[in-house]
């Protein structure tokens, strides 16, 4: 059983650029999460969909977006790229997304802003 | 505002002995809790979780206990072997809101070296 795949793996870009990342879930996980991490907050949520809904968000700038397609795949997206977006991005997927469900980790999207 | 604190980064243990790491929660309506593992170059894995109707849930070697009152719980390894070296993320679920089962909240994260 295939896991959850993330695309790419590591990406440099320029401040002011815009960078789109890829998530593929698990088959018949209806569920994405979206987290950030850094070595100073640790995991944070960005947010989650459930059958192309957007269902909760974190606390991050418009710049940040997401959206889900009908196949359960996820793509987000920051705008405007800015030095400290610089961090691991990593997707999760579940079935149903509620907390008694597991999530299972990609291996995250390395993003470097220089 | 940190919601979930592990206050210890990092905790080292000998082999075949107990390892405790601990997490905090300030937000009372979190209602599940769950421990996850990490590798340098992994996305975490999950390892057990907890209820808040419960105190305590055991897995193999692996257990967690609940102190609601105390807003506290901690992740027991008996006996600690050097493949669990690993970052241990705690992470809390709910509080309140209907899109709040949805996200999970996590500490900073624990780094555990078991030493042979």
């Known amino acids: 059983k295939a896991g959850v795949t993330q695309t790419p793996r590591y990406l440099i870009k320029t401040r002011g650029q815009q960078v789109t990342l890829s998530c593929s879930p698990i088959s018949g996980h209806r569920s994405v999460s979206w987290y950030q991490q850094t070595p100073g907050q640790g995991l944070q949520f960005l947010f989650e969909y459930f059958s192309e809904t957007q269902r909760n968000k974190g606390n991050f700038p418009g710049r940040f977006s997401g959206r889900q397609f009908s196949n359960s795949r996820s793509e987000m997206n920051v705008s405007t790229l800015e030095l400290g977006d610089s961090a691991l991005y990593l997707c999760a997927s579940s079935f149903t997304g509620g907390p008694d469900t597991e999530a299972f980790f990609g291996q995250g999207t390395r993003l470097t802003v220089v | 505002d940190q919601q979930v604190k592990q206050n210890s980064p990092s905790l080292s243990v000998q082999e075949g002995r107990i390892s405790i790491l601990n997490c905090d929660y300030t937000?009372?309506?979190?209602?599940?809790f769950l421990w996850y593992k990490k590798y340098p170059a992994e996305g975490p894995t999950f390892l057990i979780s907890i209820s808040s109707i419960k105190d305590k849930n055991e897995d193999g070697r692996f257990t967690v206990f609940l102190n609601k009152s105390a807003k506290h719980l901690s992740l027991h390894i008996v006996p600690s072997q050097p493949g669990d070296s690993a970052v241990y993320f705690c992470?809390?679920?709910?509080?309140?809101?209907?899109?709040?089962?949805?996200?999970?909240?996590f500490g900073k994260g624990t780094l555990l070296t078991v030493n042979p």
């Open positions: 937000n009372s309506m979190f209602d599940y």
């Open positions: 992470a809390a679920s709910g509080g309140g809101s209907g899109g709040s089962n949805y996200k999970l909240t």
